[in-house]
């Protein structure tokens, strides 16, 4: 986990944040929400940083999740950063 408590913009626009507004459109993946029982310490939002390796093959993500509450069927929304390298590359002046 590499952040908690990432404020969003009024719209809920994560691209919008101080901790994202350095990344390209592009290292976005189209995000999910869901009904899940996830039970946590983390203080939402949050991010997850996940790795798949075998011999063929690197998959990096970072998952953000946040709790959503006015919803009677979804309670989480997990949006997707394809390019975790660029959240450790510093913005640009």
Not at 2 to 21: C, K, L, M, R, V
Not at 57 to 75: T, V
């Amino acid at each position: 986990m590499t952040a908690e408590e990432i404020a969003f913009d009024p719209n809920g626009q994560i691209t919008h944040t101080s901790w994202y507004s350095h990344l390209h459109y592009a290292a976005f993946c189209p995000g999910c929400a869901f009904m899940r029982s996830v039970q946590t310490t983390l203080a939402d939002p949050f991010e997850i940083e996940v790795e798949y390796r075998d011999p063929t093959c690197l998959i990096q993500r970072i998952l953000l999740y946040k709790r959503i509450a006015d919803d009677p069927d979804l309670n989480w929304a997990v949006h997707r950063i394809v390019d975790p390298l660029a959240m450790k590359t510093p913005p640009s002046p």
